[in-house]
């Protein structure tokens, strides 16, 4: 299946799918996501079997504020699809897809560390990149770069971007 | 798990931690200073004598946060950093990264025939000089020293290929949004063509060495099995996954800058064992050997930088004894002939200029596997988003399925076979 055929086919599930710059992607309720994914990965025609990523995006100013983004490619067909979850700010909960796609479980993992999005369902979820007593999530918007202060001496802190000199 | 405005909260009695289920078994830290864990990988083992009953890998400790630095960058900037994540592969990072922003921008075309023959040709070159190390580590955590030395032998003229034409031996910055920041050395193709002639034989020199070694085998036969099946809904990409027999390759199946023009075989094995994963490495190297040949056979002339001053990078460079510098010519130029050219130079080096806003994955076949960026942008000069998908971070998690329910001694090579680097791990 070329990409005008898989998108043509992929317009019956999602009416509002977009393609920009050759991929494609599609809008999915956070409700809908796993029977979603596990459609597309027993259709032999799409079959996405391959969950390349799970990452994030926060966006402050706007509503939904987060948007998770899961990569899916078909090992046997080629093809790409993103998958887009929209998330709230009061409610980042989105259910883990770890029971269709194991890979997912380290990625979910650092999308909670970095973002503080929780996944519903997912079998360990903690911390993995940063300590596990690290307050606040790093990737947010609202976390400034720097900021922080040094571990061996307490009263010298790096102050954040923003406020040095050279930016 | 409470919420505050920061988000949710882990609270650190809730944190599980492995406990020993029986007083027959004992919890044993395998890292992170170890020096088979390749950097800083920290393996809790619990074991049962000399068996691992269980193993749960813990990352995060050379975390730098590169991500969220690329968004206090502009999107040149980029490139000074994505170079130093997998530090054993850094082309890769910077070609996937380039890539994607050259997609943002629509200019994926008009990237010179030139700057993409040698962007494939030194990325063939560090595959080589990664699975080099990769020989020499492992051989020397199983204690075959020569290979060890062989390997960072010929890694050595790897490096000095790369520093005669960027004039550093790691995080380069060479590949530049719109093609390279300078084009080859003088004499470089020279410098490639005998290091191919060379490296035949020697390829052929580790595998006398090694393939018919009955310690080696010993050590590497059987060791690590994971099946297929496992291996695919763990989403394993790279050499570890073609060891299985799973003969996925993105430059074979989703051909990028050229790769479709070149003539070369995606080996596999169906052992799925560490001696597998080795015979993999080995007849990907010779692989390699051939596209850069090929690439040194078709290598045109021309520029190697797109032809629009307003997104190239400003400059004449090139190495000099003391390192890289612009050309008089070009510094007398900007300075004493032209304003536009001074203020262009200015604007380009200090403020970057805007990439239109959306987002794209653009994913490389890496040493390791699939090397995604999915890169967003909000239409501004700063990336919003710099994402990467590092094929060490979701291999690592066939640890556990390759070590459980065996020797601990095996650990070492199971480890070794992943081939994880961990300044990719990370980030």
Redesign the interface.
Known sequence: MDAEALATRLKDRFPDLVV??G?L?AVVDRLDLVSTMEALREDDDLAF?????V?S??WPEREPRFWV?Y?L?S?RH?H?L?LKVGLSAED?DVPSVTGL???????ER?V?D???I?FDGHP?L????????W??????KD?A?GGVGTAYKPDIRVPP?DERST? | MKTSDRGPTVVRDQMTTLVPRSEETMIINMGPQHPSTHGVLRLMLELDGETVVTCRPVIGYLHTGIEKNTEYRNWQQGVTYVTRMDYLSPFFNELAYCMSVERLLGIEDRIPERAWVIRVMFCELTRIQSHLVWLATTGLELGAVSIALYGFREREDILDIFEATTGLRMNFAYFRIGGLVMDLAEGATDLIADFVEKMRGRIDEYERLLTGNPIWIERTQGVGYVSPETLLSLGTTGPLARAAGIAADVRKDEPYGGYEQFDFDVPTQTASDCFARYQVRIAEMRESLRIVEQCLEKLPGGPVKIDDPKLRWPGELSVGPDGIGNSPEYVKHIMEESMEALINHFKIVTQGYQVPAGEVYTPVESPRGELGYYVVSDGGARPYRVRVRDPSFVNLQTVPAMVEGQLVADTVACIASVDPVMGGVDR
């Open positions: 920009a710059r991929e992607t079997d391959h969950l390349s990523d990452s995006t926060d983004s990569h490619y090992k080629h790409r993103r980042p796609f194991p890979s997912a479980d380290w990625q650092e909670f970095l973002f503080g929780t360990d903690r911390r993995i990149l940063m300590p596990e007593d307050e606040g999530h790093p990737l947010r976390y770069l971007v930016p």
